[in-house]
């Protein structure tokens, strides 16, 4: 299958000196895991998880989501609070179970091995990328990471994605973007990026959307 792959999205990235890469629901099979983490966070305090909560909240840093939730559900605690819990609860699984998707793997070490940047631009914080990332034995194939919160602004602004690209040398004709979700892919689309998209299951709904906007799209 990976060389299925690797032939459908080659005329993307042959020509390329950057490949970022999104983290969660990309390369790592989490997205549920952030899901479920919303609902069972609202829960131990008596909460319920709205469906227009959870929807509003997939296109937030993890910063950003925790404000909102202060400021939705009234909560007498700040914001940096209930981010530091939320990373809490998370922590355990970035660190020890949760998986890479299946040719994510192969993928990296791939773009390595022909030369190509690696830069993982993600919305989840550092420590925890590096850990996930690490345990999974794909680090030593990472060039840099770079995070929403380092940039100070959320994936619904191309910043991120530009910021990648110079951290690895690179001009934006010169980077192809892979990305899961429907917010960022919207994003990147606005740009000259080439944007590869990558299937994840909680993105089901959005998938014919999804394939429309990218250059190219490929299940991992």
């Known amino acids: 299958m990976i060389d299925d792959i690797i032939k459908k999205i080659s005329p993307y990235v042959s020509d390329k000196k950057c490949v970022i890469m999104d983290m969660d629901g990309t390369i790592l099979?989490?997205?549920?895991?952030?899901?479920?983490?919303?609902?069972?966070?609202l829960g131990s305090m008596g909460l319920e998880a709205t469906p227009e909560f959870c929807e509003a909240v997939k296109t937030?840093?993890?910063?950003?989501?925790?404000?909102?939730i202060v400021q939705s559900y009234k909560l007498d605690k700040s914001g940096e609070t209930v981010a530091r819990e939320i990373l809490d609860m998370?922590?355990?699984?970035?660190?020890?179970?949760?998986?890479?998707k299946d040719n994510a793997a192969f993928l990296?070490?791939?773009?390595?091995?022909?030369?190509?940047?690696?830069?993982?631009?993600?919305?989840?914080?550092?420590?925890l990328t590096k850990a996930a990332l690490s345990r999974n034995g794909v680090m030593e194939y990472v060039d840099y990471i770079i995070t929403s919160t380092m940039v100070g602004i959320s994936k619904e602004f191309p910043d991120i994605y530009i910021k990648a690209g110079e951290l690895a040398g690179a001009g934006i004709d010169e980077?192809?973007?892979?990305?899961?979700?429907?917010?960022?892919?919207?994003?990147?689309?606005?740009?000259?990026?080439?944007?590869?998209?990558?299937?994840?299951?909680?993105?089901?709904e959005n998938w014919e959307?999804?394939?429309?906007?990218?250059?190219?799209?490929?299940?991992l």
């Open 29 to 41: 099979d989490s997205m549920k895991m952030w899901h479920e983490l919303d609902v069972v966070y």
């Open 60 to 68: 937030l840093t993890i910063y950003e989501a925790a404000d909102y």
């Open 90 to 100: 998370s922590e355990d699984k970035y660190r020890n179970e949760i998986p890479l």
């Open 108 to 127: 990296m070490k791939y773009f390595h091995d022909i030369g190509k940047k690696i830069v993982i631009a993600t919305s989840n914080e550092e420590e």
């Open 175 to 204: 980077c192809v973007v892979f990305e899961d979700s429907l917010h960022a892919v919207r994003t990147v689309s606005k740009t000259d990026f080439t944007l590869i998209a990558v299937y994840d299951e909680t993105e089901e």
């Open 209 to 219: 959307e999804i394939k429309e906007l990218a250059d190219c799209w490929v299940v």
